[in-house]
């Protein structure tokens, strides 16, 4: 009798290949709600900050079927300048920028909600960083929703250069016409 046996960078692929291709048009028994409670589910968060040292955005994952369900978080980064970083919570446990998917399930009975925090720390280096985040049935990763977060940290004042606190991006004066 022979068995599948998949190593750690087989399970990446695996993982990269879902995150790419099924996990970005599906759908599934979950809905995600950011820091308002407005439903993004299959969206995309557009979050800026000029001055910061790190960004994040809070969501709400709602499990909508009749049943209860495991539920894994991920997230794949689809851009992010170099020097960059980022990190998530899911459940009670911290998952560092080496780790795109949450070793633990949260269990979430029918209507139940957990929560979910993406970090991105920019460590100066201005630019924009794109996230896809996912949340899925452990036993069935066709049963999933996603919401895409771009992380918008630019230095207007040059490369690496924050602007200082309360500075104006952008100031308007009278019209001289």
Known sequence: MSHLLFSDNMKNI???LFMSFGALSAQGTFRIFDAQMNDVTSGVIYLVDTNSAQMQVSLTVENTDSVPHN???GRLVISQPSGASNAFIWGMTQYPPSVDSSGIAEYMNPTATAAFEGYYF???NGG?????????????MNNNSCVTVTYDNYFPAGVGAPLESGAPIVTYGPNPA
């Open 128 to 140: 924009i960083a794109t996230i896809n985040y996912c949340f899925w049935e452990t036993t069935d």
């Open 14 to 16: 695996f993982f990269i």
């Open 122 to 124: 920019p460590n100066n």
């Open 71 to 73: 539920v894994t978080a």
